[in-house]
Nanobody
Framework: VQLVESGGGLVQAGGSLRLSCAASGSTFSTNAMAWYRQAPGKQRELVAHITSAPGSTNYADSVKGRFTISRDNRKNTMYLQMNSLKPEDTAVYYC?????????????????WGQGTQVTVSS
């Protein structure tokens, strides 16, 4: 299973961005998906998490009320709508997915990461 993020970029403080994470590969189903971020010199941190149907969500305190995570299971795509962006949101954002992939008829659990997309918020 491969994950590809898109939607990062440069935005002014107070602006918005929408990140996407598309999953592809052989027969698979995803359970939980999440967005993480890593700023220079800091550890990777969880930003938002969403389960499969019915799609329960949770957020880091620093983004609550500003970011919204969602997923479209038909498209195998997850989104992160980021509003009221702050300079401290600047980081590389990574998507993560865990689930089960069927290879040669045998189910395998997986936990995989995307390559990351840069988000830069200027003051």
């Amino acid at each position: 299973v491969q994950l590809v993020e898109s939607g990062g970029g440069l935005v002014q403080a107070g602006g918005s961005l929408r990140l996407s994470c598309a999953a592809s590969g052989s027969t698979f189903s995803t359970n939980a998906m999440a967005w993480y971020r890593q700023a220079p010199g800091k550890q990777r941190e969880l930003v938002a998490h969403i389960t499969s149907a019915p799609g329960s969500t949770n957020y880091a305190d620093s983004v609550k009320g500003r970011f919204t995570i969602s997923r479209d299971n038909r498209k195998n795509t997850m989104y992160l709508q980021m509003n009221s962006l702050k300079p401290e949101d600047t980081a590389v954002y990574y998507c993560n997915a865990e689930g089960v992939a069927v290879v040669a008829g045998i189910p395998h659990a997986f936990n995989t990461w995307g390559q990351g997309t840069q988000v830069t918020v200027s003051s």
